[in-house]
């Protein structure tokens, strides 16, 4: 638990201990404890999971700004959330590739405090973008003669913008406030990566100021996001059901499917991680619910484009086949 009985001095220097107490310069991840045999195979399965993270997610950012006939806000946003997955997973997953190796981790405090950052940066990115292809199917399917105009090339850019810079202006807020704890004496952090909870319990300082505004940060950039989702597939279910043939549902449906996807995957992931019961041995389990969120989230993303989506993998055979002929 986290304690809140001391005081929390806002003009106090971060770092500054009393003089009985030492500060914490770097923390040490424990990372997962006792795998014995299993290291190796855990350390390959997650080596060969990050390469293929990297290389697919880079494939779709590539192909999205080269093949012609992709240039449509959709695939712009796809484009956006794979760039956000590639950059989601390498904050975490090198660490977690040394931390599997050697069972423990070195990191500078502040070097902890900026994974966070930017771990819960690019989440909170994850969850706009996710918001605004919601805005694009709904448009595509409920008010499909007005697409072009309500959400042009132009719109989706600006879409694309204001996702990355809100989300860039909400989380350094919360930054802002971590930095100027005390984090006095212990150092030890039993995970792979510095989440919130983790670097909160180890300060000397009171942190209610920073639940409180995380609560408040959920709210904007989760829980609200997740609502306009879910009202805009109520609405999209409703018109799709609402079409006579059985083709035509079809294919409205095989429009939004993907999107559907990476929505149920990537809420799946948060309630998993943050919503769901631990057992009596919730330290490893919170580890492994991390895995979901860190890894398999951005590894699962490529592949749902191209098994679902014909547009991406054409622009993919295009793509590869350019840089072979021109080789």
Request: glycine share 4%.
């Amino acid at each position: 638990m986290v304690d809140q009985t001391k005081g929390f001095e806002i003009l106090e220097s971060p770092g500054m201990c009393e003089d009985n107490h030492t500060t914490v310069t770097y923390v040490l991840l424990l990372g997962f404890q006792d795998l014995q045999s299993f290291k190796i195979m855990l350390f390959v399965i997650l080596l060969l999971v990050y390469i293929v993270i990297l290389v697919g997610n880079l494939l779709v950012v590539l192909t999205v700004l080269i093949a012609k006939n992709l240039r449509h806000p959709m695939y712009i946003f796809l484009q956006n959330l794979a760039f956000c997955d590639f950059l989601f997973s390498s904050v975490v997953v090198p660490q977690l590739l040394y931390v599997t190796w050697w069972e423990t981790g070195q990191l500078l405090m502040v070097g902890c405090i900026f994974q966070f950052y930017m771990y819960s940066f690019l989440g909170i990115v994850q969850s706009f973008l996710l918001t605004v292809m919601a805005y694009d199917r709904y448009l595509a399917i409920c008010d499909s003669l007005r697409y072009s105009s309500l959400l042009s090339i132009k719109h989706c850019h600006q879409l694309v913008y204001l996702s990355w810079s809100l989300a860039f202006v909400l989380d350094s807020v919360e930054v802002i406030f971590i930095i100027q704890l005390k984090f006095c004496d212990s150092n030890i952090i039993d995970h792979f990566f510095c989440d919130l909870s983790p670097i909160l319990n180890l300060s000397s300082s009171d942190t209610s100021v920073i639940i409180r505004h995380d609560f408040f940060l959920s709210v904007i950039a989760i829980l609200l996001p997740f609502l306009f989702v879910l009202v805009s597939y109520i609405c999209i279910v409703i018109t799709i059901l609402n079409i006579p043939s059985i083709t035509g549902r079809k294919k409205a449906f095989s429009t939004c499917s993907t999107h559907l996807l990476l929505v149920v995957l990537y809420y799946g992931a948060l309630i998993a991680l943050y919503l769901a019961p631990s057992g009596d041995n919730s330290h490893n389990e919170n580890k492994f619910k991390s895995l979901i969120n860190t890894v398999m989230t951005p590894f699962s993303n490529p592949l749902i484009y191209s098994v679902r989506n014909k547009e991406l993998v054409r622009g993919f055979k295009t793509f590869i086949h350019r840089q072979i002929w021109t080789k």
